[in-house]
């Protein structure tokens, strides 16, 4: 088990930043996933934690130990990634011994580790097929599996579920909360897909552009967002966004939190309301998701009915507990 912490750290790659004085505790224990669109930093971060790319100025501490000088072998880190690293021409078994092979695990010890690993992650009756007879989702796990051979202190995983089809990603999402769960060790997962950030961290890091624009828990991130951009990224669709007139002073809605009419609700009732017309109507069965124009916007609403169609007139209402605001600086 370890905590990681950042202290003011930048990167920079040919003269250009692409870590900005970043700040940083990655609580030990945790599932802590770090977010963001494609570009932002993600990876840069992760791979300093793994010694395999150094910072250029702050310190990254591992348990309290500034790890600059300690090479990646010896930080007690794993990482997994997209695209596995697993070699093809060995078997399940072989794969997963190398590294022990290379750490002089004795004999009697790499088996017995091997089988009962194994048995953690699914592959017990695999252990001699080759990776090209497995499918995507176990061949995810035997790179889990050489990375828990290492019975490392900090798990680190770069997208490790991208390249499964959407329901493999389900399930290996809710093996991998298992996992840490059983496991209890630190866990430091990077994606750009919010929905896998939402679903499986303890704590979501979110950033953009080389900087943390909120580090919280999955409900506070989505129920109270501190700036646009938060906003904006967590949640499908996303939160929807009005100009308020002033200095580019705007507010936001939730989609689910929008109520639809077709008279003028009661007055004060509802703290926002507008007049529209539905341009789009997407029925998903246990919901429907609507687009409606009004003058220059367009507003995106998700109702647990599915009582308006295309080109309806509509009233559409938010309760002034769920607007949310947000300064003309940002
Ligand atoms: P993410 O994982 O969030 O998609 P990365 O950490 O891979 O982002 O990259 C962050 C930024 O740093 C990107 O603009 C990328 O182009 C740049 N970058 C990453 N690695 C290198 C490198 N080895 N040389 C130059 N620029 C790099
Ligand atoms: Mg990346």
Redesign the pocket.
């Known amino acids: 088990m370890a905590s990681i912490q950042f202290v003011d750290v930048s990167k920079t790659?040919?003269k250009q930043a692409?870590i900005r004085d970043l700040n940083l505790t990655i609580e030990d224990g945790k599932f802590t996933v770090l977010v963001?669109p494609?570009?932002?930093?993600?990876?840069?971060l992760l791979r300093m934690i793994a010694g395999i790319g150094p910072h250029t100025s702050g310190r990254v501490l591992i348990d309290g130990k500034d790890v600059s000088r300690i090479p990646p072998g010896q930080r007690g880190v794993a990482m997994v990634f997209q695209n596995y690293a697993i070699y093809p021409t060995m078997s399940v078994r072989e794969n997963i011994e190398f590294g022990l092979k290379n750490n002089k695990v004795p004999k009697a010890e790499r088996k017995r580790l091997i089988e009962s690993i194994c048995e953690t992650v699914g592959l017990a009756e695999y252990l001699d097929r080759k990776p090209s007879d497995l499918s995507g989702g176990q061949r995810q796990r035997v790179a889990l599996a050489r990375a828990m051979v290492k019975k490392p202190s900090v798990f680190l995983m770069d997208e490790p579920l991208s390249n499964l089809d959407a329901k493999l990603r389900v399930q290996m999402r809710i093996e991998l909360i298992e996992l840490h769960k059983k496991l209890g060790t630190t866990f430091v997962y990077?994606t750009h897909d919010q929905v896998e950030a939402m679903s499986m961290a303890d704590t979501i890091v979110l950033m953009n552009k080389g900087e943390i624009q909120q580090e919280a828990a999955p409900e506070a991130i989505y129920h109270q967002p501190n700036n646009l951009f938060t906003a904006q990224f967590i949640g499908v669709p996303p939160m929807n966004i009005g100009e308020l007139g002033t200095e580019g002073a705007r507010f936001g809605f939730r989609p689910e939190h929008a109520v639809l009419s077709r008279q003028l609700p009661p007055e004060s009732a509802l703290h926002y309301q507008t007049r529209g017309t539905i341009i789009t109507r997407e029925m998903l069965g246990s919901e429907t998701i609507y687009q409606i124009r009004s003058g220059s916007d367009s507003f995106m609403v998700k109702s647990a009915e599915d009582l308006y169609r295309v080109d309806e007139e509509v009233f559409l209402g938010v309760d002034a507990s769920k607007l949310h605001f947000f300064g003309g600086d940002e």
């Open positions: 790659f040919d692409v963001g494609s570009g932002c930093g993600k990876t840069t990077v």
